[in-house]
């Protein structure tokens, strides 16, 4: 998914100035204002406009696979899951494609021993914050997830809620990012690898906001 309609007004939230870029792409010129649709493709992600025109592929020469690609508050950069052989972790580019860098390290016991990975990143309204989730795999096996928060300006990030018990997904922040709506998965015994049975809508305040 994506969203339509996106307007780049000058930006007052703070950048990820991206470490040295991964991408030798070209950009895709993008000018403030005008409305585009982001969705995840085979490979790199898609920018279309809702009337059907200008659909081209961005990040599809990256190192990594583009997964939940999603935009920043002002329209001018997308966050997504960077999936390759060590797992995955947020990353993040210009909106036309340039300058993909990860915004956080692979812990080096990825994929095979102890490895906590960052998926289906959300920037916050305000664009100070982005959310995941971080599940954490032991050799493998689940061992908890937990729901978490990478501060824009800093890039240290937060673990709000964990659990042994539970999977979590699709964090969406509130309107004024002072709150977190996610999914929580609860299975019939060990997470992911029994039977689900069922899913419920959970809020968390992030404090300090």
Same mark, same amino acid.
């Given at each position: 998914?994506?969203?339509?309609?996106?307007?780049?007004?000058?930006?007052?939230?703070?950048?990820?100035?991206?470490?040295?870029?991964?991408?030798?792409?070209?950009?895709?010129?993008?000018?403030?204002?005008?409305?585009?649709?982001?969705?995840?493709?085979?490979?790199?992600?898609?920018?279309?406009?809702?009337?059907?025109?200008?659909?081209?592929?961005?990040?599809?020469?990256?190192?990594?696979?583009?997964?939940? /690609?999603? #935009? +920043?508050? @002002?329209? %001018?950069? =997308?966050? !997504? *899951?960077?999936?390759?052989?060590? $797992?995955?972790?947020?990353?993040?580019?210009?909106?036309?494609?340039?300058?993909?860098?990860?915004?956080?390290?692979?812990?080096?016991?990825?994929?095979?021993?102890?490895?906590?990975?960052?998926?289906?990143?959300?920037?916050?309204?305000?664009?100070?914050?982005?959310?995941?989730?971080?599940?954490?795999?032991?050799?493998?096996?689940?061992?908890?997830?937990?729901?978490?928060?990478?501060?824009?300006?800093?890039?240290?990030?937060?673990?709000?809620?964990?659990?042994?018990?539970?999977?979590?997904?699709? /964090?969406? #922040? +509130?309107? @004024?990012? %002072?709150? =977190?709506? !996610? *999914?929580?998965?609860?299975?019939? $015994?060990?997470?992911?690898?029994?039977?689900?049975?069922?899913?419920?809508?959970?809020?968390?305040?992030?404090?300090?906001?």
């Amino acid at each position: 998914g994506g969203r339509p309609g996106v307007t780049a007004p000058p930006s007052t939230s703070p950048s990820l100035a991206p470490s040295p870029s991964t991408s030798a792409v070209t950009g895709y010129p993008i000018a403030d204002g005008e409305a585009w649709i982001l969705v995840g493709a085979d490979s790199g992600a898609i920018l279309v406009r809702p009337d059907g025109t200008g659909r081209h592929t961005i990040l599809d020469d990256i190192v990594v696979n583009v997964v939940t /690609p999603r #935009w +920043s508050n @002002d329209g %001018r950069q =997308i966050v !997504f *899951e960077g999936n390759g052989d060590r $797992g995955s972790q947020l990353w993040a580019a210009n909106v036309d494609g340039t300058g993909a860098h990860a915004l956080m390290p692979t812990p080096d016991g990825c994929p095979n021993s102890t490895c906590t990975e960052g998926v289906q990143p959300a920037w916050s309204p305000d664009g100070r914050s982005i959310a995941y989730v971080a599940p954490t795999h032991v050799e493998g096996a689940f061992s908890k997830t937990a729901l978490a928060v990478l501060d824009v300006a800093t890039g240290t990030t937060t673990e709000l809620y964990s659990t042994d018990q539970s999977t979590f997904g699709r /964090p969406t #922040w +509130s309107p @004024d990012s %002072r709150r =977190i709506a !996610f *999914e929580i998965d609860r299975y019939e $015994g060990i997470p992911e690898v029994t039977t689900l049975v069922s899913s419920s809508i959970a809020v968390i305040d992030v404090a300090d906001r």
